[in-house]
């Protein structure tokens, strides 16, 4: 599966990334949303691993974008603040799953391959 992974953490982009391609993932790492949105439009991916709250462009004004790109994309949330706040901010979008740092890797993982099972 192609997956695109945006934070502008690039630690937690990267492991992250290095965990997906040991699962035999392709993924690409993008630091903001302009750049996430700017390479979805390029080229499409098969899923969408966000950060919420990054510097100029959300993870939700992201989203919006891609989706207004390719309204069936995959899109699973990571966010620091509380699930309920960002329920109410990514409700109606569409997303897959919305994760609260810190996150159970695997727990992420299974979702992928779920999802990857449905698409």
């Known amino acids: ?7 502008d953490n ?15 993932h392709q993924v690409e790492i ?14 499409e991916f098969q899923m969408v691993i966000t950060d919420m709250k990054m510097p100029g462009m959300s993870g939700v004004e992201a989203i ?3 989706k207004a790109i390719n309204k069936n994309a995959s899109v699973i949330v990571i966010s620091g603040n509380t699930v309920r706040e960002d ?3 990514v409700s109606g979008l569409g997303i897959k799953a919305l994760f609260r740092k810190p996150y159970d ?15």
Not at 10 to 24: K, V
Not at 105 to 119: F, G, W
């Open 30 to 43: 993008f630091l903001s949303g302009e750049s996430a949105v700017a390479a979805y439009n390029e080229s």
């Open 105 to 119: 890797v695997n727990e992420l993982i299974h979702r992928i391959h779920q999802q990857s099972l449905t698409d």
């Open 64 to 66: 919006r974008q891609i």
């Open 1 to 7: 599966m192609r997956i695109m992974i945006v934070d």
């Open 87 to 89: 329920l109410e901010e």
């Open 10 to 24: 690039i630690d937690a982009a990267e492991s992250l990334s290095d965990l997906l391609e040991l699962e035999g």
